[in-house]
């Protein structure tokens, strides 16, 4: 039987769970209606190192990347309501993929290449990943990664 819903109950469940600290955390209002904060409440992020990755190896790997580590910063005065994904199924985030993000708190996270899941041939590939804001689903933060796989199979 087809799903009712187009999306998989576990985002689904992710989306409301989000919604709900967003209320908690006074971003969003209890009926779903997001609420402008004050202007004093204001998240800003910093994001270091402030490039992308490059990664370079064989048909089938290994590729490492070269700053394969990121700090985010909340460098502002509001709290930040986040959700992280990756553009392609060979980009690897490691680290808390949502939560909050509080005044002064920084998410540490690492990407990672699955060798396993680059395309088999020579050529460049390039993926993402996307911080999201959970509750506008704005994209705040993108780090690129670029993989160049030398050879052929």
Same mark, same amino acid.
């Given at each position: ?10 985002? !689904? ?33 910093? !994001? ?20 394969? %580590? ?20 060979? !980009? ?12 002064? &708190? %920084?998410?540490?996270?690492?990407? &990672? ?41």
């Amino acid at each position: 039987m087809p799903s009712l819903f187009p999306v998989p109950l576990r985002s !689904l469940r992710l989306h409301f769970a989000l919604l709900a600290a967003a209320v908690a955390a006074g971003c969003a209002s209890d009926d779903d209606r997001i609420a402008t904060p004050p202007p004093h409440l204001v998240y800003r992020l910093d !994001l270091q190192p402030p490039r992308g990755g490059f990664a370079i190896g064989p048909v089938g790997g290994p590729f490492l990347i070269d700053s394969p %580590t990121y700090d985010l910063h909340n460098i502002g005065t509001g709290s930040f309501i986040y959700a992280v994904d990756v553009t392609k199924p060979w !980009l690897r985030f490691v680290g808390r993929q949502s939560g909050l993000l509080r005044p002064g &708190q %920084t998410l540490d996270f690492e990407l &990672q290449v699955d060798a396993n899941q680059v395309p088999a041939r020579g050529g460049s590939f390039v993926a993402a990943a996307q911080i999201r804001n959970a509750v506008t689903w704005v994209v705040e933060a993108t780090v690129q990664i670029r993989v160049e796989v030398r050879g052929s199979t």
